[in-house]
């Protein structure tokens, strides 16, 4: 590590005092502006630079929280965009995912404030990955670049700032995750044997788009073991149907394969709907082991699963089938959604336990192209 200080580098001068810098950081510390990391300070002349990077109006709302009674603009977004560290360049990303959000449902339905520890989760497709260095291809859940940490901080921050979802406060979560401070992932579109995530969703491939999850986990899958399809795709299902997984009557699952493991089902000759039909079709458990885990009934009233002794308990949609003693613990193959994210360097692929809608929506996602007015989107 170079131990050069900021002040010592050559070729640059300082144009403020770095001690006024840690002045204002503590200064927007204690207004309680930030996720606990520092931030940039903001000045008028920081956030031209940014608001000059869109076409939107600064008014323009992008997303509003009926139940708070609270807006997020243009400006605000890039406000908090600037605060998280993102370049200018990023803006329109942060637009796109802040309209992404506002066609989800869950947020206007107080999920981030849930106990449940919720946290919005952003997938980014297209030619603006290479233009602002948004990081696909290794770690894409860690460290190490800026594009992706900043952009997935900037919604963190605007839920902070903006909405007033802090600890302790309006955010109720019991354990929370990682991801409430930043999580923003760009597709491996190049070495993925298929077509992206995006152009599976209409959209075309020179499109930039960004796709919003409401999440609560990230669960890796070690598989090095094996050449064959279906036993990959068991794997993926036994991550997918374990019982701490189950909240509602149904889950939902994003798989984001490596290359490699991609490799292995396009090679087998399986397309992502084959991936999603085998794991669809796998994510079951017998109903004498949810009655051991207490939850083989769901409630009269949110249909969350809960043993069949509970007084508020019913009989699942499964007790109705003609195999009552096998449940489906997804309502449809729709409820596995499959993309190709990571370096191509080993078999170790993850499972995103999304958060759907009960009864579930039929995609459980919002996607929207970057640069595109989307009109109505904060309503």
Same mark, same amino acid.
């Given at each position: 590590? *170079?131990?050069?200080? +900021?002040?010592?580098?050559?070729?640059?001068?300082?144009?403020?005092?770095?001690d006024?810098?840690?002045?204002a950081?503590?200064?927007?510390?204690?207004?309680? $502006?930030?996720?606990?990391?520092?931030?940039?300070?903001?000045?008028?002349?920081?956030?031209? @630079?940014?608001?000059?990077?869109?076409?939107?109006?600064?008014?323009?709302?992008?997303?509003?929280?009926?139940?708070?009674n609270?807006?997020?603009?243009?400006?605000?977004? #890039?406000?908090n965009?600037?605060?998280?560290?993102?370049?200018?360049?990023?803006?329109?990303?942060?637009?796109?995912? $802040?309209?992404?959000?506002?066609?989800?449902?869950?947020?206007?339905?107080?999920? $981030?404030? /849930?106990?449940?520890?919720?946290?919005?989760?952003?997938?980014?497709?297209?030619?603006?990955r290479t233009?602002?260095?948004?990081?696909?291809?290794?770690?894409?859940y860690?460290?190490?670049?800026?594009?992706?940490?900043?952009?997935?901080?900037?919604?963190?921050?605007?839920?902070?700032?903006?909405?007033?979802?802090?600890?302790? /406060?309006? *955010?109720?979560?019991?354990?929370?995750?990682?991801?409430?401070?930043?999580a923003?992932?760009?597709?491996n579109?190049?070495?993925?044997?298929?077509?992206?995530?995006?152009?599976?969703?209409?959209?075309? #491939?020179? *499109?930039?788009?960004?796709? #919003?999850?409401?999440? !609560?986990?990230?669960?890796?899958?070690?598989?090095?073991?094996?050449?064959?399809?279906?036993?990959?795709?068991?794997?993926?299902?036994?991550?997918?149907r !374990?019982?701490?997984? +189950?909240?509602?009557?149904?889950?939902?699952a994003? +798989?984001?394969?490596?290359?490699?493991?991609?490799?292995?089902?396009?090679?087998?000759? $399986?397309?992502? *709907?084959?991936?999603?039909?085998?794991?669809?079709?796998?994510?079951?458990r017998?109903r004498?082991? +949810?009655?051991?885990a207490?939850?083989?009934?769901?409630?009269?009233?949110?249909?969350?699963?809960?043993?069949?002794?509970?007084?508020? /308990?019913?009989?699942?949609?499964?007790?109705?089938?003609?195999?009552?003693?096998?449940?489906?613990?997804?309502?449809?193959?729709?409820?596995?959604?499959?993309?190709?994210?990571?370096?191509?360097?080993?078999g170790v692929?993850?499972?995103?336990?999304?958060?759907?809608?009960?009864?579930?929506?039929?995609?459980?996602?919002?996607a929207?192209?970057?640069?595109a007015?989307?009109?109505? @989107?904060?309503?």
């Amino acid at each position: 590590m *170079d131990t050069t200080t +900021l002040d010592q580098a050559p070729g640059r001068e300082l144009a403020v005092d770095p001690d006024e810098i840690t002045q204002a950081f503590e200064y927007y510390d204690e207004q309680g $502006w930030t996720d606990g990391l520092p931030v940039v300070p903001v000045t008028e002349s920081s956030l031209a @630079a940014f608001l000059a990077a869109t076409d939107r109006d600064p008014d323009d709302v992008l997303f509003h929280i009926p139940h708070l009674n609270r807006s997020m603009t243009v400006r605000l977004a #890039a406000i908090n965009a600037a605060l998280a560290g993102c370049k200018p360049a990023y803006l329109p990303v942060v637009i796109a995912a $802040w309209e992404a959000i506002a066609a989800e449902p869950h947020p206007r339905r107080g999920i $981030w404030q /849930s106990t449940t520890g919720t946290a919005p989760f952003l997938v980014v497709n297209g030619p603006v990955r290479t233009e602002i260095g948004l990081n696909s291809q290794g770690n894409i859940y860690g460290s190490g670049f800026r594009a992706n940490a900043t952009i997935g901080r900037a919604i963190r921050l605007g839920c902070i700032n903006v909405f007033g979802l802090r600890p302790h /406060s309006l *955010d109720q979560a019991t354990q929370g995750t990682p991801a409430k401070y930043s999580a923003c992932i760009g597709e491996n579109e190049e070495q993925s044997p298929w077509a992206p995530f995006h152009v599976d969703n209409g959209f075309e #491939a020179t *499109d930039s788009v960004v796709t #919003a999850f409401v999440i !609560r986990s990230v669960m890796h899958i070690e598989a090095r073991h094996t050449m064959s399809p279906e036993q990959l795709a068991e794997d993926f299902a036994d991550s997918i149907r !374990r019982t701490g997984a +189950l909240i509602h009557e149904y889950t939902s699952a994003l +798989l984001v394969l490596v290359p490699e493991h991609a490799d292995l089902f396009a090679a087998a000759g $399986w397309s992502k *709907d084959d991936v999603r039909q085998a794991v669809f079709e796998r994510v079951v458990r017998p109903r004498a082991e +949810l009655a051991a885990a207490g939850k083989d009934a769901v409630s009269h009233k949110t249909r969350w699963r809960l043993p069949s002794g509970h007084p508020d /308990s019913m009989p699942d949609t499964a007790a109705g089938s003609d195999t009552p003693d096998v449940v489906p613990l997804m309502s449809h193959p729709t409820s596995v959604q499959v993309m190709v994210a990571g370096a191509n360097n080993a078999g170790v692929s993850s499972v995103v336990e999304v958060f759907t809608l009960n009864p579930p929506r039929a995609i459980p996602f919002s996607a929207v192209k970057i640069g595109a007015v989307e009109n109505g @989107a904060g309503a």
